[in-house]
C-alpha cells in the first residue's frame, strides 16, 4: 500500500499539502487539490491514525519570521521572544526572510510537517500563504492578516497622537512623515495616519513620504532621507522611526541645520540606539518585552487550541530627548 510520501511524490507536492487536501486541515488550490486526491485513489492510499494527526505532533520548536534582525526593532523583539519562549520550554527556529520569495512558504511547510509548533510572523505574505496560515498556530506580530490570525500589535493609533500633540507644542509648522512601504499591510500605518489627521486639522502643513520596504537597508535610508531633505528643505519637524531619525539627525547635522532650534525630529520605536547618541532622540517607546511576552503567550493559546481574541494593543511612552524642546 502507498503511503503518504508516495501520494506526494507523485503529485510534486510536498507532504504537508497531501494532508491538506486529503484531511481539508488548510487550504489548498482547489485543482492541485483534485489531482492529490486523484493520485492517492490511483495509488491505494489509505490515510493512517499517525499521518491524520502528525500535524500535531509537538516538537518543541517555534519558528519566528521577520524582514531583517539586522534591525534594532526586529532584533530586540527576537531576543525577548527567544526569551519567553524558552521560559516555556520552547527552542526558537529564525528566519530572516530578506524579501526572499518562499522562505514564509517553507516555514509552513515545517508546521504541516510537524517540525514547528507554531510561528510569530512580521514579513511580507502572499495571498495564498494567509489561506494556509488560517487553520494553523501562528501569531502576526503587527501584519494585519485575516481575522483567524490573531495580531498582536502596539497602539499605534495612540502612538500618532502623541507625536502630533508634541509637533504642535514644539511650534512646528511644516511638518514630514517619513514612514516605509510594505506589500502586506502593517498595523502601524495607524500612527502615520492619526498623526497626520490631527497636524492637518490644527492647521499645519504635512509631507508624508515614504520609503520601500521590500529594499530597507541602512545605506538605501541614508540615501533616500538626503534625496528627501533636499527637496522639502523647508520642513521644520520629521516624525519617522528611530533608525530613519538617526539618518535624519546626521543629515541635519551635515547640512548645518541645527537641531531642535530649526529642525524638530520625532522617532518612534525606542531603540536603545537612540540613547548612546548627541542629541538623543525623542521618541515613541514601543513596549518589546511585553509585546514579545503577549505574542508568545497568544501563541502558546494557540498550540494548546485555547481561544484566543483577534487583537492585542500594547501601550507605547514618550522618550523625551534633545531633538525637541
Do not use: W
Not at 502528525?54 to 531583517?68: E, H, N, R, T
Not at 512558504?105 to 494556509?132: F, K, P, Q, Y
Not at 501569531?139 to 500633540?165: C, N
Not at 547640512?255 to 520605536?269: E, H, T
Amino acid at each position: 500500500m502507498a503511503n503518504i510520501r508516495d501520494v506526494a511524490r507523485a503529485a510534486g507536492v510536498g507532504i504537508g499539502t497531501v494532508s491538506r487536501a486529503l484531511n481539508d486541515s488548510g487550504y489548498v488550490e482547489a485543482g492541485k487539490k483534485e489531482k492529490i486526491r486523484r493520485i492517492a485513489k490511483e495509488l491505494n492510499y489509505r490515510p493512517s491514525e499517525l499521518s491524520r494527526s502528525f500535524v500535531q505532533k509537538k516538537s518543541g520548536l517555534v519558528g519566528i519570521v521577520l524582514p531583517d534582525v539586522a534591525f534594532p526593532f526586529y532584533g530586540a523583539f527576537l531576543k525577548y521572544a527567544e526569551l519567553e519562549l524558552n521560559h516555556i520550554g520552547y527552542k526558537t527556529l529564525v528566519c530572516n526572510t530578506l524579501g526572499v520569495q518562499k522562505r514564509v512558504s517553507d516555514t509552513l511547510d515545517l508546521i504541516e510537517a510537524g517540525s514547528l509548533d507554531g510561528m510569530i510572523i512580521n514579513t511580507d505574505v502572499t495571498r495564498e500563504e494567509i489561506e494556509r496560515m488560517k487553520g494553523m498556530p501562528v501569531v502576526s506580530f503587527e501584519r494585519v492578516l485575516a481575522k483567524e490570525i490573531p495580531m498582536v500589535a502596539s497602539d499605534h493609533i495612540k502612538g500618532g497622537q502623541i507625536a502630533a500633540k508634541l509637533l504642535k507644542e514644539n511650534g512646528c509648522k511644516n511638518v514630514m512623515i517619513l514612514g516605509a512601504r510594505f506589500a502586506t499591510k502593517v498595523h502601524a500605518e495607524n500612527r502615520i495616519k492619526e498623526c497626520r489627521r490631527i497636524l492637518e486639522q490644527s492647521g499645519i502643513q504635512v509631507t508624508a513620504v515614504e520609503i520601500n520596504g521590500a529594499f530597507l537597508s541602512y545605506p538605501f535610508i541614508e540615501e533616500m532621507i538626503s534625496q528627501y531633505l533636499d527637496m522639502y528643505s523647508r520642513i521644520d519637524g520629521i516624525f519617522t522611526e528611530d533608525v530613519e531619525a538617526y539618518c535624519c539627525l546626521m543629515q541635519a547635522k551635515k547640512r548645518g541645520i541645527y537641531v531642535p532650534r530649526d529642525l524638530k525630529i520625532v522617532g518612534y520605536d525606542g531603540n536603545e540606539m537612540t540613547r548612546m547618541i548627541d542629541p538623543q532622540v525623542t521618541t515613541i517607546a514601543q513596549d518589546v518585552p511585553l509585546l514579545a511576552r503577549t505574542c508568545v503567550e497568544v501563541l502558546a493559546k494557540k498550540i494548546a487550541k485555547e481561544k484566543v481574541d483577534a487583537h492585542y494593543y500594547i501601550p507605547v511612552k514618550l522618550l523625551q530627548g534633545g531633538t525637541t524642546v
